[in-house]
């Protein structure tokens, strides 16, 4: 990748798209807040217009749809971005800091997969 390559785009997993509704975050009141763009072993992109400040954390959840894949962490805020006309999507990376190894694995399978599908309709 260039230098020039923004934070956002430079993981070391892989990623795949995803499209999850119902995420859940914080204490008790779990609230919906956006809705997860792409995941990885690492952590998930939340698409929001109302993205937390980088360094806050807390607890998360969600489901990956068809896979039964659910996942509750703790994660980090590492950027943001907030809404700009005509610019990316406004939202925030997170980092998951204690996802257990099982979760990250099978979310690591899943995307690989699904990752091959979209090159496989491509050709």
């Not at 859940?24 to 109302?50: C, P, Q, W």
Request: charged fraction near 30%; charge should be positive.
């Amino acid at each position: 990748m260039s230098d020039k390559t923004p934070p956002e785009s430079r993981r070391a997993a892989l990623r795949g798209p995803l499209i999850v509704t119902q995420v859940k975050m914080g204490d008790e009141r779990k609230y919906f807040f956006g809705y997860a763009k792409n995941v990885s072993r690492a952590g998930v992109f939340i698409h929001t217009l109302a993205p937390k400040n980088v360094g806050e954390e807390f607890v998360i959840e969600f489901t990956i749809p068809k896979a039964d894949i659910k996942v509750r962490c703790r994660c980090k805020v590492v950027w943001n971005r907030n809404y700009t006309a005509g610019g990316k999507d406004p939202g925030m990376g997170l980092a998951f800091l204690d996802l257990d190894e099982d979760t990250a694995e099978r979310i690591h399978a899943w995307v690989a997969v699904r990752l091959k599908e979209e090159a496989a309709q491509e050709r």
